[in-house]
């Protein structure tokens, strides 16, 4: 039997985690900047967790739906892989 699709899985899964955390790190440092131009700054800790906060719903479900359009793709390798096929 072949290799699969354990690299390529690999490889897609690293660049999601990649791509969450650069979507993630960018929304922070705007905010960062945003909270000091204000009079009165918040402190940088409530400024990363509320920019965190903000963009994880969205990241969460992008996320999801990557991991849907590959389920295909994997109930077609597992049999094969098992011997089932």
């Known amino acids: 039997m072949g290799g699969g699709g354990g690299g390529a899985a690999s490889a897609i899964a690293l660049g999601a985690v990649v791509d969450d955390a650069i979507i993630d790190v960018e929304n922070i440092f705007r905010r960062l900047r945003e909270n000091a131009r204000l009079g009165h700054p918040k402190s940088s800790i409530s400024v990363i ?9 969205a990241v969460v479900y992008a996320t999801f739906i990557v991991v849907l359009v590959f389920v295909p793709t994997f109930s077609l390798w597992l049999p094969a892989r098992l011997g089932l096929a």
Not at 49 to 57: D, I, N, T
Request: charged share 20%.
């Open 49 to 57: 967790l509320s920019a965190s906060l903000e963009v994880r719903s």
